[in-house]
């Protein structure tokens, strides 16, 4: 396989579009006789609904129709949403109806619908909607939330507990027993809102054939949602396309099945119009799902080199009102131990706990930051005990590269052991510091402190499960004119898979890239598809798409052969054409096998190949490829204020072969600034009766441009043996490791006062108040 | 989020500016927009009446006189950034506008919509008040001045009525300050301040004779610290005297919000007032 | 109450004129009336950025601006920024090579708030580059690929000024 | 948000109580607030107008006097208003208890208000919402004082003027209706020069 393409840094195929304003997303496309819906959501945390009146808001101007849950008629009057991830040890799996009946369980739960002729008229529509509420107690804080006299997040029930984890490995109290020391802590972790730059919308069209309707959602799994959309509406899944076009940012809350979508796809059938909700900015604060708090405790066994002999942990999460995501969030929050660590024994729990708010699902690496912030927070503080070089006992406790495939003794999500396929953490971690230029820290600090600024660095080392099964297919076909199609189930929310597939076949194929065009995520286009979450694509279609092109090049090579009359190893493909070796005047157009393949009635098809010069594949991801690696930052900070400033930011990322080296380092580069999001910015504020209290953009701070620090990356590319392609993922271990380094970096900065750093996200307040209580010889 | 509905009006004059500010009650003036629309399109927002200032003359000109800098109230913060009237007579001024924003805000930003919004961290409020600004207030009936010092009454909230609009903004000049500093705490580049200080000083022999001193973002509206002020006039612009600014101005009772403490404001009271006082004295702001 | 003003503009090049809702803000003109749904809305309270546009020259957030108020006015969005030839803008060139975009939607506001700022800086530093795009919010790139776009057409512009 | 209040009535307990617990009276002491229906015995309907900066809020609701326990005269009011352009709402209780102090009363007001949607939704301001809420309670028990204080004057005038007739307290008639106020607003309650706040201000924020 000429490797053209794999590895080259090509220009991507999405940018020309992209560039000059002619994306299409969602709230871009435009429908003849298109109505706008606007939503009236809960203002209280918990409330009975004690009655809603349409009446005002169906006499306002522009006004065609306003929808409380029963006026939606069957099946979802009386349904509520379909649990998505059922799984046995969740005791309760509360799902909201579409639109609220009879209680409210958080600030933002669709209540009514409002649809008109333009988003001004409906939302003018929607303040005169009136609901009558009976404010209730509403759970905020998960640390009381199972206590005797808390709450119930929802009406009638007996505790807000929907579902106890525990999982472990090894001899826990054996580890304990024998260990020279031990050591207790807690942390706090708090990540914030997802907030793609594009909210989320649904666009429903009825189709001329009756019953028949076309979905447009920005969503990152648009096969889970035609599933469930057929579910729930008791619809047949083929009266039901979905497609999502260009898609703003997804980062994992798009890859959620929503009540709006089933919401405006019941309006644009019973109003006979399409139907369009564009989320704007404020409803995605509420409406859409995100991360909040986990309070996690820390107990750690180890002996006097370093070397951990087992962690006990305690979690309790903050899941929100419903589960519209199963535990896959909680889950995959204990599923990264043991991080890079030959860890010989493990025992965690973690309640998963309802409260009145915003349902809890995944962000940009779900609960892998939270496990590796835990991992990487105890070998900080084990290092510190001791008086160890932290790096030095990460060595210490690291997989060492020669004990790959390593089972770790954790069970994945469908109960298989978890094995490392491949890595060397050893050679990450080293060649981070040396990137980092850790020898000239000294004297960096040095100069800091004669500006009045502590300076500290910090390493956060990580591992991450990617390229989850079952599949992501793909079809490749000729076309007689020459071009070839890609055809996928995979979404794409800016990954560049458009580019990177379209390298990986047209190296197989031997045709200009620019001859191949990928079309993905149109359920009429490819039968299956799962979804585009945890940096699993490029595993999973990625190595369809290369299989699929395989045995497209297997079929041209047959043909050719018979055509003319030479053994297929005397043949070969290039630049577009199939032609003897050595013989240049002897091809064939791809075009033209592909014509020769798409049958003339009366001729039998040539060498009884299949009709059609096409092929389709699903590579079965059966295992667990495991990218990995160090990140390493530092920062200073002002002692008079608390005020933290990044000065360098290095990440080693171990991610096996890599297919766009720009598209990858833009993973990670993103995933970075995301992490230092985390760790020092964002953060979302409730008060005590569960009102969002950060609900603008200037309030709820991301990370801009000039606070970020200089990124630079180094790769190590350690194949994985388990695809064609040798590819593990890249899209967030940049978010996963930047996170336990900064935190690191700050607690180094502190080290003249002696600070355990036990949460984040940090404001200057909260480190100020640290170095006061230090001065004042407070433990 | 979309803005209600409204009655627009695009007066060309100042009189008919002020007709229709006594003509209807419920109404706001949108000047630069970059305070008001976010509001509108919140839905925070709802006047009956918009009257929409962009294409009334005679309201954007920065005119220098002997002993006044005369700048009309829709004048925009990137045409004050570029003045050299401005940089002249009120340096600071061109300093804070550096954290109104971001330059797309200043483009469209005027000087008279961010007095007459009055947010507790706005920069331009604090300076027209160091510089104890004079600002002609013009309805239908009369044409009043008033201080910058009585100009914010209480959060948010300016001494000026709903059939009143702001015309014009004067700063006094030819005064002897030789030195002059500012300093503002926020998170990220145009952010909401968290604690800001701007200082003038007039020195001779080492001795600050005159001394103005503002603090914005940390109470309800800016403020001058008077008793800093006194404090600070008569003694060496040394150290010690900017130590006992620093600790009097960390006195200040601070508000709270969900973000930070009155403790915390009232602590970075002090750290803004002794930046901007090391500023103003050429001092590295540092320990 | 929904009354409409007649407005006469020149939108990226060509004199137009049409009845504007007065509360239509001016980036839902551009994607309503006009069709030109290149302009992004991001958050609509003039944090992000996307929605950035040029009136007259100069880089506003077409959110904070009503439709009415471009009476007059020359208007440029995303869709405007290239050639007529379809010949690509430095912006849009550098950004294709050094990656600066993933999921696009940030990426008008980048193009337009950067076309404006070298208009009038014609040799800015990374910092002057960081602090003009400090008020466009991206959640894919991280900013370093943008930044570097923005210098690499820096460099073109004034090469190909003095050339 | 959790405040406490506490103002003296200058009547016996038996007196101060019969009073608290009429509508009428309590009707017009919500501060900003115009009475517009005395629904029942127990139940009152109004708006109340709140000016915060450039928002002017107006809270059509409806108070509520539940658990009235006559024995150890304590009630409870209960509060809840809507603004009328959608932009969020309040729910309060007030928790009256009376007791005796010296010849005249003493009454506890123990106010759970919590704010939701919009007008609740905003960080920066949120500190400041607290103090305009304690505000407005402090100012309810002000006014409330204020008003049993000035009937108790009419209450002895007229007992003179009657001597010897046992006056009852219950036909004491209503004072004028309220006046429809001036939205409360940080200047409303300036020109009331009440509460340290606002009279730091008028210093020009000298610190003292």
């Not at chain 3, 007259?56 to 869709?79: I, K």
Request: hydrophobic fraction near 40%.
């Amino acid at each position: 396989m000429g490797a053209r393409y794999f590895g080259a840094e090509v220009q991507r195929l999405e940018d020309p579009r992209l560039l000059t304003g002619r994306g299409q997303y969602v709230d871009d496309i435009r429908l003849p006789g298109m109505l706008h819906a606007v939503f009236v959501r809960s203002p209280h945390a918990h409330a009975r609904i004690r009655g809603i009146s349409l009446s005002r808001a169906r006499a306002m101007p522009g006004v065609v129709a306003v929808f409380a849950i029963d006026d939606l008629g069957e099946p979802l009057s009386s349904a509520r949403m379909p649990e998505m991830m059922p799984a046995p040890i969740i005791r309760r799996a509360h799902t909201q109806y579409v639109l609220a009946r009879d209680e409210v369980c958080y600030v933002g739960e669709p209540v009514a619908m409002v649809v008109a002729d333009s988003r001004h008229r409906a939302e003018d529509a929607a303040s005169a909607v009136d609901v009558d509420y009976e404010v209730i107690p509403a759970v905020v804080d998960i640390r009381s939330a199972l206590g005797e006299g808390a709450p119930r997040a929802h009406l009638g029930t007996i505790d807000n507990l929907a579902a106890r984890l525990e999982v472990g490995f090894g001899d826990i109290e054996a580890a304990f027993a024998k260990a020279e020391h031990q050591l207790e802590f807690s942390l706090e972790q708090h990540r914030g809102i997802a907030h793609s730059m594009e909210g989320r919308a649904v666009l429903a069209s009825p189709e001329p054939t009756p019953g028949r309707l076309t979905v447009w959602t920005a969503t990152q799994s648009p096969y889970l949602v035609r599933r469930q959309l057929a579910r729930v509406l008791q619809k047949d899944e083929q009266d039901l396309r979905v497609i999502a076009p260009d898609v703003g940012g997804g980062f994992g809350p798009k890859s959620v099945f929503y009540p709006e979508e089933p919401a405006i796809a019941a309006a644009a059938l019973k109003l006979g119009r399409p139907v369009k909700w564009a989320e704007d900015r404020r409803e995605h604060f509420v409406a859409t799902v995100n991360q909040r708090d986990q309070y996690w405790n820390l107990s750690v066994a180890f002996d006097g080199s370093g070397r951990i002999l087992g962690i006990r942990a305690r979690v309790l999460h903050d899941n929100g009102a419903y589960l519209p995501y199963g535990v896959i969030l909680p889950v995959t929050s204990l599923a990264p131990f043991p991080g890079a660590y030959a860890l010989p024994a493990l025992k965690a729990t973690l309640d998963v706990i309802y409260t009145n708010s915003t349902p809890t699902a995944p962000v940009r690496g779900a609960g892998r930051p939270n496990a590796i912030f835990a991992i990487e927070r105890v070998i900080d503080r084990v290092a510190d005990h001791l008086g160890l070089d932290p790096a030095e006992v990460r060595r210490r406790n690291f997989i060492r590269a020669d004990q790959f495939p390593y089972v770790t003794g954790m069970k994945a999500r469908d109960g298989s052991p978890v094995a490392y396929d491949s890595g060397d953490y050893h050679a990450c971690l080293d060649k981070a510091l040396e990137m980092a230029d850790i020898a000239g820290f000294e004297k960096r600090c040095e100069a800091a402190r004669a500006r009045g600024r502590l300076r500290g660095i910090g390493i956060g080392s990580f591992i991450e499960d990617t390229g989850l099964g079952p599949f992501e297919g793909a079809t490749v076909r000729i076309t007689p004119q020459g071009t070839v199609q890609v055809l996928t189930g995979a979404a794409s929310q800016g990954q560049g898979h458009a580019t990177t597939l379209a390298q990986v076949v047209a190296d197989v194929l031997a045709v200009d890239i620019t001859r191949v065009t990928v079309i993905g995520a149109d359920t009429d286009r490819f039968p299956y598809g799962a979804g585009t979450i945890a940096s699993r694509i490029a595993v999973t279609a990625g190595s369809s798409a290369h299989m699929a092109a395989v045995e497209v090049r297997e079929k041209i090579l047959k043909y050719a052969s018979h055509h003319f009359e030479v053994a297929e190893q005397d043949l070969e493909l290039s630049d577009g054409h199939v032609q003897v070796i050595g013989v240049p005047n002897l091809k064939i157009p791809l075009g033209d096998v592909a014509f020769a393949l798409s049958g003339t009635v009366g001729q039998r098809m040539p060498a009884n190949l299949k009709p059609g010069l096409e092929a389709t594949a699903y590579f079965e991801a059966t295992a667990t490829p495991h990218s990995g690696g160090t990140t390493v930052a530092e920062v200073e900070v002002d002692p008079d204020t608390g005020m933290v400033e990044l000065v360098n930011h290095v990440i080693v990322h171990d991610c096996g072969r890599i297919i766009h080296p720009g598209i990858v380092d833009g993973q990670i580069t993103g995933g970075a600034v995301h992490g230092i999001g985390n760790a020092l910015f964002e953060e979302m504020v409730y008060d005590g009766s569960g009102q969002p209290v950060s609900m603008t953009l200037g309030e709820y701070l991301m990370p801009t441009a000039p606070e970020m620090p200089p990124i630079r990356i180094g790769h190590l590319e350690t194949p994985s043996p388990l695809n064609p392609l040798g590819v593990k993922g890249a899209g967030e271990s940049g978010t996963i490791s930047a996170i336990p380094a900064v935190i690191r970096a700050v607690e180094d900065a502190l080290k003249p006062y002696r600070v355990f750093v036990h949460r984040y996200p940090l404001n200057p307040e909260r480190v100020l108040r640290w170095i006061d209580a230090a001065r004042q010889g407070e433990p | 989020m979309k803005s209600a509905g409204f009655v627009y009006h695009q007066p060309s004059s100042v009189d008919e500016l002020l007709g229709l500010l006594a003509a209807h009650e419920d109404n706001r003036i949108l000047a630069g927009g970059q305070s008001l629309m976010p509001m509108m399109n919140m839905r925070f927002v709802q006047p009956e009446h918009l009257i929409d200032a962009n294409r009334v003359d005679g309201l954007n000109y920065i005119r220098e006189e002997s002993n006044w800098l005369r700048i009309g109230a829709m004048t925009r913060q990137k045409t004050l950034m570029q003045s050299d009237a401005v940089t002249r007579h009120c340096p600071l001024m061109r300093v804070a506008l550096q954290h109104v924003g971001h330059f797309q805000t200043r483009n469209r930003g005027t000087i008279g919509g961010s007095l007459c919004h009055l947010d507790p961290a706005a920069e331009l409020p604090l300076i027209s008040l160091l510089y104890d600004a004079s600002l002609t207030v013009r309805s239908a009936a009369e044409t009043r001045t008033i201080s910058a010092s009585e100009w914010p009454l209480a959060y948010m909230l300016p001494a000026i009525g709903p059939d009143e609009a702001l015309i014009e903004i004067a700063l006094p000049v030819g005064a002897d300050w030789t030195h002059q500093g500012f300093f503002e705490l926020a998170r990220r580049r145009g952010d909401f301040a968290i604690a800001s200080a701007a200082v003038l000083l007039s020195i001779s022999d080492g001795i600050i004779r005159k001394a103005a001193v503002a603090l914005g973002a940390v109470t309800q509206t800016p403020c001058r610290l008077t008793d800093v002020e006194a404090l600070l006039v008569g003694q060496r612009a040394d150290a010690q005297t900017i130590a006992a600014a620093t600790a009097q101005a960390a006195k200040i009772e601070a508000f709270s919000d969900a973000y930070y403490s009155a403790q915390y404001r009232q602590r970075m009271a002090g750290v803004a007032v002794e930046r901007a006082l090391n500023a103003a004295l050429g001092a590295p702001d540092h320990g | 109450m929904d009354d409409t003003r007649a407005i006469h503009f020149t939108l990226n090049g060509k004199a137009e004129e049409c009845d504007a809702p007065v509360r239509f803000h001016l980036g839902d003109l551009l994607r309503e009336k006009f069709g030109l749904t290149g302009t992004h809305l991001g958050c609509e309270h003039g944090v992000c950025g996307a929605c950035t546009v040029l009136v007259d020259g100069e880089a506003v957030r077409s959110c904070l601006m009503l439709g009415v108020q471009v009476d007059g006015c020359e208007v440029v969005t995303v869709e405007g920024l290239a050639d007529p030839d379809s010949r690509l803008h430095p912006l849009q060139q550098a950004f294709a090579e050094k990656h600066g975009l993933q999921c696009g939607y940030c990426t008008p506001g980048m193009l337009m708030s950067l076309a404006a700022f070298l208009a009038e800086n014609r040799d800015p530093s990374e910092d002057d580059i960081r602090d003009a795009i400090s008020g466009n919010i991206c959640r894919c790139t991280g900013y370093q690929p943008i930044v570097e776009a923005a210098l690499l057409a820096a460099q073109r512009m004034r090469n190909a000024s003095e050339g | 948000m959790d405040l406490i209040n506490t103002f003296t009535i200058p009547l016996p307990p038996e007196k101060a109580w019969t009073l608290l617990l009429d509508v009428h009276r309590i009707a017009p002491c919500v501060p900003g607030s115009e009475l517009s229906e005395v629904v029942d015995e127990r139940t009152f309907r109004g708006r109340t107008k709140i000016k915060v900066g450039p928002v002017t809020l107006s809270f059509d609701g409806t108070a509520r006097l539940v658990d009235v326990d006559d024995v150890a005269r304590t009630a409870t009011l209960v509060a809840q208003g809507a603004d009328a352009k959608g932009r969020g709402g309040a729910q309060a209780e007030a928790h009256f208890a009376l007791e005796p102090l010296g010849d005249g009363s003493q009454v506890t007001v123990r106010t759970q208000l919590a704010m939701s949607g919009a007008v609740a939704q905003y960080g920066r301001a949120s500190g400041l919402m607290q103090e305009i809420a304690s505000q407005i309670v402090s100012q309810f028990a002000a006014n409330l004082s204020a008003q049993l204080a000035s009937e108790k004057q009419d209450l002895s005038v007229r007992r003179t003027e009657r001597a010897g007739t046992a006056s009852n307290v219950g036909d004491v008639e209503v004072p004028g209706e309220a006046s429809p106020s001036k939205p409360i607003s940080s200047l409303g309650l300036l020109s009331a020069a009440l509460g340290a706040l606002f009279r730091r201000w008028l210093s020009g924020g000298a610190v003292k």
